[in-house]
């Protein structure tokens, strides 16, 4: 009887403590927060075939735009006004801008002046 009562006792606490570990893991595994979420929007456009895809991206301020290159040839991200502008990007090569301030962005690629596209930015 002894034999049995301590072997239900330690179920009960091993059940129990798996419960407890269970319960710490969905805490731990939470939702992030608005404020982290916002540090983290991102936003690709890619490069091919001499066209930027999307031709008009729209994001929110704070987002952060990623341009990669799928093209057989180098071709650049520059901003008319100059406020982005990326070296020659040759094939698989990405460029990175964060868009903090609503407005357009209007950008082509310096190689190939008609290809152009723009950001929108909310």
């Not at 893991?25 to 890619?46: D, G, I, N």
């Not at 301020?61 to 006004?81: F, R």
Request: charged share 20%.
């Amino acid at each position: 009887m002894k034999i049995a009562l301590r072997i239900l006792g330690t179920s009960i606490f091993l059940v129990g403590g798996f419960g407890q570990l269970a319960g710490l893991r969905a805490r731990t595994h939470a939702a992030p927060l608005p404020q982290q979420m916002a540090h983290e929007m991102t936003s690709e456009v890619k490069i091919d075939n001499f066209s930027f895809s999307p031709a008009t991206l729209q994001i929110k301020a704070g987002t952060k735009v990623t341009w990669t290159n799928a093209d057989d040839i180098p071709h650049t991200v520059v901003s008319d006004d100059k406020i982005f502008k990326s070296k020659a990007l040759d094939t698989d090569e990405k460029f990175s801008f964060t868009f903090d301030k609503p407005g357009t962005y209007p950008y082509f690629c310096s190689l190939h002046p008609k290809m152009t596209a723009k950001v929108v930015v909310q």
